[in-house]
C-alpha cells in the first residue's frame, strides 16, 4: 500500500485499513507490526493462539487504545488515536470478550442506551429490530444480570448494532455458548453482511469460522503469520506451527 492514502482499486475507499500499527505495553510487544485491509461486505475471521494479539488489533481498530506506530483509515478517514466514541460515529463497533452491559438496566435499555447521538427518534423501533433478529425480544424487561451468558453476548451485540456501524468487530462472540444462540449469531451476521456491514471475528470454533469467513488471518505473537481462505489456512505449516509448536 502505498503511504499517505488508502484508496483500492475501485472509487470506495475501503471500510477499514490498518496500515503497520503496532502496539507495546511496557516490554511486551502485544501487536508488532499488522496491515489489514477489508472490502464492503466481507467477513474476515481473526485466529491464533491466546496472547497473540488478536483483541488488541480489535482495541486498535475501534479506538480503546492508541497505536505506538501505524494509521488506522475507516471509509477513507484516518480515525488514528481518536476516541472511541468519534471513532464509533465515523462507523466502526466492537464487542468485548467479556459483554460490558449494565447490569442494573433491563435489554431494552441497555439497547437503548447504546443508540448513536442523532438518532434518538428511531432508537425505540431499531431496539425492535434488533431484539427480535437477536430472537431476544421475550426478554425485553429483563435486568441485563439475569440474562443467561449466551443472552448477556445477544445483548453485547445488539448494543453493537445500534451504533449503526459500517464495521463491526466480534470479539469470541460465540465462545461458550448455547449452539442455539451460535445459530443466532451466525444468522445474524448473514443478514447484516447482506447489507453490505463489513466483519473482522475472533473466533476459536473453527465450524464457525469455516461457514462464515470469506478469509481468515492468523496472529501468532503480534503478527500476521498466514492469510488465506478455510482451505490455505487449514494445510498452512506456519499455522500448525503457531497453534502446535513451541507454546509453553
Ligand atoms: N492492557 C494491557 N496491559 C498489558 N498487557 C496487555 C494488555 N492487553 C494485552 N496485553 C498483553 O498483550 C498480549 C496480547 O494480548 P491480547 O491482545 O489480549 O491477545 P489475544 O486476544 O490474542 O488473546 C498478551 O501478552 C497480553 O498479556
Ligand atoms: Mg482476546
Redesign the pocket.
Known sequence: MSSGTNQSHSSQPSPLVLESVAKH??G?T?VADVSLEVTTGEVVGVI?P????????FSLAAGGQKPDNGKVWLNGKDVTGLATWKIARAGISRTFQIPSLFDNMSVRENLLAAAVEGDWKGAPQRASDIMEMLEISHVVDNLASELSGGQQKLLEFGRVCMRDPKVILLDEVTAGVHPNIRRIILDAIRRLRDTGITFLI?EHDMEMVREICDRLIV?DQ?RVVAEGSFEDIANDVEVQRAYLGRRK
Open positions: 505495553f511496557g511486551i502485544a491464533g491466546n496472547g497473540s494479539g488478536k483483541s488488541t488489533l475472533i496472529m503480534g
